[in-house]
């Protein structure tokens, strides 16, 4: 996608020429275990998931907007306020992921214009994150899709994504904390060098909208996967992507993982910690090509075998923070106390109280970061 002497780059009525860059866009393969220096140590970003606005969103990219619950007492929701309040200042959370449906922000209207009554909505809870000082993730919650259909490939096409992402991007551009999630969870994707194009616009519409610094999360295909993000091809098909200069500065990957016998965030009980399959090779193919990657969705149930397993996958991210900048918990929010991932605090008068994963080991306040991996 990118020429040595310079490409000519073009989104909608825009085109802008990339800085000529020396840099190869293949990745590299390293045979020798690469070590973290003894810098690492400490995850740089720590969060948890504010559910409530991706409600009725299903995996084909079907978001019923009225099924939409913003997480926010004034529209009748959870205290999601006083819940952010609460985890950065007792737990020492610094950021929170916000998802959202393309079709809530739009009304269902296929496109990037954003409706002005939805969109006042969902930056309410943004502004609301940025109120407690923590890092606030702008997540689209589609899938990769639109209505069942794939972005850029039978479905909306690159540019009407991009001009959501442009409209939004535009709206936080002053934001420092504000970072991007291009997608939530792509799965399969028939082609991931398309996908890679997808996301490539979706970054130049961000930048080019005047958000040229905030962090932007690249997310691949097979829902992310933290383990099959190498072997599926998203690594070196977005590992392409490039800001308007032709940099990678913050183009971070946006990996998932958790820890129950199907990967799928569906079980209470867990039954691996990750390393081995997901989290060590995926290290060594960051370390390898300077990349880093954020894990935006991880957790597990309130359960002991999943305190034993999170607390040991985040002792090990910890110990890798030169390529993993940190992991957001699924999920908090407009969860019932009763949902089996469920990270939400329960509140008696001004006190609250956490669930048994959150003060084990989600909470950097517990330690888990200078834990033990095994």
């Known amino acids: 996608m990118f020429i040595a002497l310079g490409l000519l780059l073009s989104i909608g009525a825009f085109a802008v020429c990339a800085s000529p860059t020396t840099e190869s866009t293949s990745p590299k393969t390293c045979t020798k275990t690469l070590n973290p220096p003894r810098s690492a140590g400490k995850l ?25 619950w913003p997480p926010l007492l004034e529209f009748y929701g959870h205290d999601g306020l006083g819940q952010m309040q609460h985890f950065a200042k007792n737990d020492g959370f610094n950021t929170f992921r916000l998802p ?13 214009t954003l409706n002005s009554t939805n969109f006042a909505k969902y930056d309410a809870l943004v502004q609301a994150c940025l109120s ?50 291009v997608m939530n969870e792509p799965h399969d994707v028939p082609d991931i060098n398309l996908w890679a194009q997808t996301v490539q616009e979706v970054v130049l519409a961000i930048r080019l909208a005047g958000a040229t610094h905030q962090m932007i ?89 999943c305190v034993t397993f999170l607390c040991q996958q985040i002792a090990f991210q910890a110990q890798n923070s030169d390529v993993f900048v940190g992991y957001v918990g699924w999920s908090a929010g407009n969860f019932d106390t009763t949902y089996v991932l469920s990270e939400v605090p329960t509140q008696n008068g001004t006190t609250w109280s956490d669930t048994l994963l959150m003060k084990s080991c989600l909470a950097p306040v517990s330690g888990s970061q200078k834990g033990s991996t095994s």
């Open 44 to 68: 740089s970003h720590v969060g948890v998931n504010i559910a409530g606005f991706d409600f009725g969103c299903g995996v084909d990219g079907t978001c019923t907007t009225a099924g939409a």
């Open 132 to 181: 407690t000082g923590a890092t606030c993730i702008i997540d689209i919650h589609n899938y990769a899709r639109f209505n069942g259909l794939i972005i850029g490939q039978g479905g909306p096409s690159n540019s009407q994504f991009a001009h959501l992402w442009g409209s939004i991007a535009s709206h936080y551009r002053r934001e420092p904390k504000v970072v991007f999630g």
């Open 100 to 112: 959202v449906g393309w079709q809530f922000l739009t009304n269902d209207v296929l496109g990037g």
């Open 217 to 305: 999360l690249l997310p691949g295909n097979n829902w992310t996967s933290a383990a099959t993000f190498v072997s599926s091809g998203s690594a070196e098909a977005l590992h392409k992507v490039r800001n308007l200069d032709g940099s990678k500065t913050n183009l971070i990957f946006d990996v998932h993982k958790y820890l129950d016998v199907d990967n799928s965030g569906t079980h209470s009980d867990c039954v691996t910690n990750n390393i081995a399959e997901a989290w060590a090779p995926l290290a060594q193919w960051l370390r390898c090509n300077g990349r880093q990657a954020f894990n935006t969705e991880t957790g597990g149930g309130n359960t002991d075998s």
